[in-house]
């Protein structure tokens, strides 16, 4: 079992940044691929971005290519997403996701384990 908690999230306005934390506790964190995911209301889970277990591979959504950043620290058990230029469509409740694979994964059915959400709101 895996809990996660997501932090970092907030009112930002267009063009500023932000980083989100998600801390992971309860079985070994470095064996589980990450991933961000984000949600608003009405529409499905988005997929933002992922990494493998040991950070070698990375993958993201088109639309957040350049502009945001996954990274993990195993030694801290902290994934983060570092979210520059943000735009007003990134406003969503964005989500921390484990997977049971070591290498990364888009699709929100292989994760396993998922964080509260955090929000966050890019004003225009």
């Known amino acids: 079992q895996v809990q996660l908690v997501e932090s970092g999230g907030g009112l930002v306005q267009a063009g500023g940044s932000l980083r989100l934390s998600c801390a992971a506790s309860?079985?070994?964190?470095?064996?589980?691929?990450m991933g961000w995911f984000r949600q608003v209301p009405g529409k499905e889970r988005e997929f933002v971005a992922a990494?493998?277990?040991?950070?070698?591979?990375?993958t993201y959504t088109d639309s957040v290519k350049g502009r945001f950043t996954i990274s993990r620290d195993n030694a801290k058990n902290t994934v983060y997403l570092q979210m520059n230029s943000l735009k007003p469509e990134d406003t969503a409740v964005y989500y921390c996701?484990?997977?049971?694979?070591?290498?990364?994964?888009?699709?929100?059915?292989?994760?396993?384990?998922w964080g509260q959400g955090t929000q966050v709101t890019v004003s225009s």
């Open positions: 309860g079985r070994t964190f470095s064996n589980n691929a």
């Open positions: 996701a484990a997977a049971s694979f070591y290498q990364v994964v888009v699709t929100s059915s292989e994760y396993n384990y």
């Open positions: 990494i493998s277990w040991n950070g070698g591979s990375t």
